[in-house]
């Protein structure tokens, strides 16, 4: 991943809104199947969501640093939205906890490329 501030940025960016899609998509996802299934549904939803809208973002800030933590938090914001039917009500809450999914995923994802890149300098 780059080291540079706008790429650092733009890549957080990218992770945490297009998160928030996904689990603003995952909410409008109807509530009467089992939760199980819910949760499958939601997070391929979520990820299609993400997929549609990453282009730009691709662009901008390069294909895989974007794609990753995208993905990787779209999947997880999408889950309690499409499970918990009962948490639907504030969608703010929702855009919120997708927002946190997508940056946390970026950041995991930022901390594996620093460990993987420093284990080749010592292999």
Known sequence: MEKRLYFLLGDQLASASLSALAAWVAH???D???MAV???VG???GMLAAMVAMP???ALFGAMEVMVP???GSMASSMLPSMAPHLRTDLVALLWWGAVCGWLAWGLTWLADRWIRQEGKHG
């Open 28 to 30: 409008l996802l109807p």
């Open 32 to 34: 009467h199947w089992p």
């Open 38 to 40: 819910e949760m499958g």
């Open 43 to 45: 997070m391929v939803v």
């Open 56 to 58: 730009p973002f691709m």
């Open 70 to 72: 995208v993905m990787l």
